[in-house]
Nanobody, 122 residues
Framework: QVQLVESGGGLVQAGGSLRLSCAAS????????MGWFRQAPGKDREFVLG????????YYADSVKGRFTISRDNAKNTVYLQMNSLKPEDTAVYYC???????????????WGQGTQVTVSS
């Protein structure tokens, strides 16, 4: 069992930056791949980024390549989402997720946080 708590969301102007954090507790954080999803109003939840157990491989949705970066610190049981050059269309609730492998992560993950709101004003 893994418990995930996101933080760092807020209101930012277009072109600005935010860093989200996801703190994990429970067993074996370092054995899970981690990722971020988002859900905009009226839309389905979508995969945004993923990161391997070691942090050596990352996976990005085309919509955020070059702007968003995912990283993890296994010593701190934390995964990060650095968002730069934010656009109004990035407005969404952002969720942290954990899974046993990347395919499983991309299709829904095993554990979820409660989400944190990111709002980008134009």
């Amino acid at each position: 069992q893994v418990q995930l708590v996101e933080s760092g969301g807020g209101l930012v102007q277009a072109g600005g930056s935010l860093r989200l954090s996801c703190a994990a507790s429970g067993r074996s954080f370092s054995t899970y791949v981690m990722g971020w999803f988002r859900q905009a109003p009226g839309k389905d939840r979508e995969f945004v980024l993923g990161i391997s157990v070691s942090g050596g491989r990352t996976y990005y949705a085309d919509s955020v390549k070059g702007r968003f970066t995912i990283s993890r610190d296994n010593a701190k049981n934390t995964v990060y989402l650095q968002m730069n050059s934010l656009k109004p269309e990035d407005t969404a609730v952002y969720y942290c997720a954990a899974a046993l492998n990347i395919p499983r992560l991309k299709t829904g993950g095993d554990y979820w946080g409660q989400g944190t709101q990111v709002t980008v004003s134009s």
